[in-house]
């Protein structure tokens, strides 16, 4: 581990007026953590405040007596911060950059524009009925309006969900139910490497099931012209409630603890958790993170690929940028399409100088070779991103010696959407970089690694990685059920916040993030929980029951192996195999889409009935040595049936 490959802080980097030096950031870091308030209330000052706080911080990890509070009483808005305030300094600076999925659709649209169209769909929200505190669900491509959209929710008031395109009928459902969303912003259809996605048919679809029956408005933004189903009473296209409107509106004033967003993510047991985010402490912690870990300057163009149905989407394609000022890239499309030398292709054309990306798509570039990659100059790049997973040290070096030609700085950013933002990153001109380690805690950041006892372990340590206090961008609860919070978070480990993550420090203090250590699958970055997809599975009629685990998976850094026990009288089959797999894309959506099913005629259960996940993990991974203790199975036979199979299979 410490013998790894150092890349130090290039010398051109430093000399270019970078924000931080090393010396500077083992200073701040000192301050931050010995004097959090005094360091956080400095910070909080980096974002516009309508009525100041002078409260910092109010926090207890204690489990009985467990709160979050930042910049209390405190009062702001999000929108006026990404917008309003760059009014008169930026207006004409370009604060979205869209490049659509064909390589001939792009467009700018500066402060201004933006600023006047968040107003106006601000507006069609309030006339809409939407109030202050009341959820709205978007299920949008990425155009531009699922920026507006967002940005006037947080201008009004109103907490937006956004749930990824890619979500089924179902999944969308599921969430509108659990917030209990009225309103729905869609577009007809999304468009991705030339195939349309049906937005509207799946929005119609998730409110004929229960979970959907509560919307009342739905808005479509009209991107391909597709057709479409329409209900006169419920549906409304977006160019004709703007049409009317003003682009005048006074953003309302936000105490710093309100809601401002809820987005789901996967947990190791049950439905997707709300996460939720409030205003003061999120906006602050995105805004100061951004401009520190990109090293941001007033000319860069920035682009992070991620999906705005992400956190990262969230923190670092919309609200971090544009709080900050910057402009922003927000591409429709897929890396390979029309061909592999896309991404190169687009930060020529809009002369990007900071990519943000996840390791799954520099794998699958690397792939395909440097040369459509080398097809493009890349001249314009200063610095790169890494973000959804631990980077494989082959792909960073790729990375760094293809996209970026030896010069770039790689920030391999550890965060989750609980924490809201980064929390172990380099910061260029500061950190020696590694590759495959995300290395030191951003400020304020106190990480720590303990043994599965709960022993505090210092120094060159493995285990897992929890946190020690407080920092302002963290969740502040799951939305319906905070003792779900409580008890996912601050019970395995007393006092602190558990990540679900594992890590080891090496001598010099650098971590390295291991992966998870619950039953959360990250595929492709995307993080899905082996319970979903198991009742996914059996949800279907010739399933009795099924056991998922991940696998190691060249491109997507884990893939999703699935065991499947078939109800008595079913006969396996290809076709049946497929057919599960098309039942668990329909179910979840094509990211929850099984990439191996084994027939298993047993499961390893211990005689009190658990499934022993560790022995199929270990099966799937064709790892059949050292499966460590199998005698407490009440039949140890399955496991050399699941082999056999394995080996078959
Ligand atoms: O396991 C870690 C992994 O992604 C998880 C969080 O997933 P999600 O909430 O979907 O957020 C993804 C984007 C922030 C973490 O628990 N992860 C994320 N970034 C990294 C990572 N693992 C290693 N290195 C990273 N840079």
């Known amino acids: 581990m410490s013998e790894a490959k150092i890349y130090d802080v290039p010398a051109h980097y430093s000399a270019a007026g970078t924000r931080n030096s090393p010396e500077d950031y083992e200073r701040r870091y000192a301050q931050s953590v010995q004097d959090p308030d005094a360091f956080w209330a400095e910070e909080g000052r980096i974002v516009d405040w309508i009525k100041p706080f002078t409260k910092v911080k109010d926090v207890s990890f204690n489990a009985d007596d467990l709160h979050i509070r930042w910049f209390e009483d405190g009062q702001l808005n999000v929108s006026a911060n990404c917008l309003d305030r760059h009014l008169a300094e930026r207006g004409d600076k370009t604060a979205i950059i869209w490049e659509g999925d064909s390589p001939d659709q792009s467009r700018h649209i500066t402060f201004r524009e933006l600023h006047a169209d968040v107003c106006r769909f601000a507006n069609v929200l309030l006339r809409k009925g939407v109030k202050k505190g009341e959820r709205v669900t978007i299920y949008m491509p990425m155009i531009p309006e699922a920026a507006v959209a967002m940005l006037a929710c947080t201008r009004i008031g109103a907490v937006h969900s956004v749930v990824f395109g890619g979500f089924s009928p179902d999944s969308l459902a ?22 349309s996605v049906p937005l509207k048919a799946n929005v119609d679809n998730a409110i004929r099931t229960p979970g959907g029956a509560g919307v009342k408005t739905v808005i479509v933004v009209r991107r391909t012209g597709g057709s479409v189903n329409w209900d006169g009473s419920r549906d409304h296209w977006y160019h004709d409630l703007m049409a009317g409107e003003s682009a005048e509106h006074q953003a309302e004033a936000m105490n710093a603890e309100d809601p401002l967003f809820i987005l789901y993510t996967s947990g190791s047991t049950g439905k997707p958790k709300g996460v939720l985010h409030t205003t003061g402490g999120y906006l602050v912690y995105a805004t100061s993170t951004f401009a520190n870990i990109f090293d941001i300057r007033e000319d860069d163009v920035y682009w ?5 149905g992400w956190v990262t ?5 919309l609200y971090g940028p544009l709080s900050n000022g910057t402009t922003t890239l927000m591409f429709e499309g897929v890396p390979q399409y029309p061909d592999w030398g896309r991404i190169g292709k687009v930060v020529d054309k809009h002369q990007v100088s900071i990519l943000y990306t996840a390791p799954t798509a520099i794998r699958a570039i690397m792939r395909e070779g440097d ?6 100059k890349r001249t314009s790049l200063r610095l790169l991103g890494s973000v959804g997973e631990p ?25 989750q959407t609980e924490t809201g933002g980064i929390l172990i990153t380099p910061l260029p001109g500061a950190t020696a970089l590694k590759p495959g380690s995300a290395t030191r805690p951003y400020f304020g950041v106190r990480p720590a690694i303990l043994d599965n006892d709960g022993t505090l372990l210092e120094g060159v340590a493995e285990g897992n990685l929890v946190i020690s206090d407080s920092w302002p961008g963290q969740m502040r609860t799951v939305y319906g059920d905070h003792q779900r919070f409580i008890d996912t978070y601050f019970k395995t480990f007393a006092g602190v916040y558990t990540t679900g993550d594992g890590a080891k420090r090496d001598a ?8 998870r250590v ?4 990250n595929v492709s970055g995307h993080r899905m929980g082996t319970a979903e997809v198991e009742s996914a599975l059996v949800s279907h009629d010739a399933v009795a029951e099924s056991a998922v685990v991940g696998f190691p998976h060249d491109i997507k850094g884990q893939g999703i192996y699935a065991y499947v026990t078939l109800q008595a009288g079913v006969e396996p089959s290809d076709e049946l195999r497929k057919a599960l797999v098309a039942h668990v894309r329909r179910e979840i959506g094509p990211i929850a889409a099984p990439d191996a099913i084994q027939w298993a005629p047993g499961l390893p259960k211990t005689r009190s009935g658990k499934i022993m996940r560790r022995i199929l993990r270990k099966i799937a991974a064709y790892e059949f040595d050292g499966l460590g203790d199998t005698s407490t199975l009440a039949d140890p036979s399955v496991v050399d049936n699941l082999i056999n199979g394995r080996k078959a299979g």
């Open 371 to 376: 040369a459509p990659t080398l097809e493009s």
């Open 174 to 195: 599921g969430r509108i139910e659990d917030c209990e969303s009225t309103v729905v912003i869609t577009a007809d259809e999304g468009l991705r490497g030339g195939k």
């Open 518 to 521: 619950d039953d959360v699958l």
């Open 391 to 415: 980077i494989n040290p082959e792909a960073w070096e790729w990375y760094h010696r293809v996209v970026g030609d030896h010069r770039c700085p790689i920030v391999d950013t550890w965060w």
């Open 508 to 515: 010099d203090g650098y971590y390295w993030i291991t992966g």
């Open 304 to 308: 992070c690929t991620a999906d705005v």
């Open 313 to 317: 989407g969230h923190s670092y394609l």
